[in-house]
């Protein structure tokens, strides 16, 4: 079993920055990638960034490419997100999710491959 627990969220101004954080803990090793998701509001879960553990290639929906970048501290079994220029539409609970798989490329922003998720962290972007 992997534990995720996120940390980081809060309110910005828009144009602002976050850095949200994500530890694991248990069965890490079994990890080959660690994403982001966020749902806001009235709206769907939507994928937001990945990392695969092989490589480590990164991966991002249109709407953040260029504004966050995920990454990974090996040391720390802790995965994060900078979130810059942050906009309203940006507002919504983030979640880091967790996979034993091996995801191919096209299958990285596909929930049901992820099966160990955080408990999500609030975002909010005021403008």
């Known amino acids: 079993q992997v534990q995720l627990v996120e940390s980081g969220g809060g309110l910005v101004q828009a144009g602002g920055s976050l850095r949200l954080s994500c530890a694991a803990s248990?069965?890490?090793?079994?990890?080959?990638?660690m994403a982001w998701y966020r749902q806001a509001p009235g709206k769907e879960r939507e994928f937001v960034a990945a990392?695969?553990?092989?490589?480590?290639?990164?991966h991002y929906e249109d709407s953040v490419r260029g504004r966050f970048t995920i990454s990974r501290d090996k040391s720390k079994n802790t995965v994060y997100l900078q979130m810059n220029n942050l906009k309203p539409e940006d507002t919504a609970v983030y979640y880091c999710?967790?996979?034993?798989?091996?995801?191919?490329?096209?299958?990285?922003?596909?929930?049901?491959?992820?099966?160990?998720w955080g408990q999500g962290t609030q975002v909010t972007v005021s403008s």
């Open positions: 999710a967790g996979s034993g798989s091996r995801i191919i490329v096209s299958a990285i922003a596909m929930s049901r491959m992820y099966y160990y």
């Open positions: 248990g069965t890490i090793f079994s990890i080959n990638a």
């Open positions: 990392i695969r553990t092989a490589g480590e290639s990164t």
